[in-house]
Nanobody, 128 residues
């Protein structure tokens, strides 16, 4: 059974940085795509970033491209989202997700229903 546990959320001022981590367990993740989504109050959950566990290619939402960086640590089985130059509109609950497959990362970014495994979420609040 895949388990994903997020950590690292919190309160930060606009322009600041936060680092989110997702501890993944339950199986070997080669052949998986790992992603981050977020959901702001009153809004639908939206794609943020994805990384292919084997190979490490990445894809970002336009709203975070150039500010956020997704990475993975094979030895520790963790996925990290480094968030810089944070804006108040980045405020949301951030979710780690995993899906087994070899489609393009653009495909996985299109709908959260594609993803089978989810963490419980971690709150990120950016004050102005």
């Amino acid at each position: 059974q895949v388990q994903l546990v997020e950590s690292g959320g919190g309160l930060v001022q606009a322009g600041g940085s936060l680092r989110l981590s997702c501890a993944a367990s339950g199986r070997t993740f080669s052949g998986y795509v790992m992603g981050w989504f977020r959901q702001a109050p009153g809004k639908e959950r939206e794609f943020v970033a994805a990384i292919r566990w084997s190979g490490g290619d990445t894809y970002y939402a336009r709203s975070v491209n150039g500010r956020f960086t997704i990475s993975r640590d094979n030895a520790k089985n963790t996925v990290t989202l480094q968030m810089n130059s944070l804006k108040p509109e980045d405020t949301a609950v951030y979710y780690c997700a995993a899906e087994q497959g070899f489609s393009t990362l653009v495909y996985y970014s299109r709908r959260d229903s594609i993803w089978d495994y989810w963490g419980q979420g971690t709150q990120v609040t950016v004050s102005s």
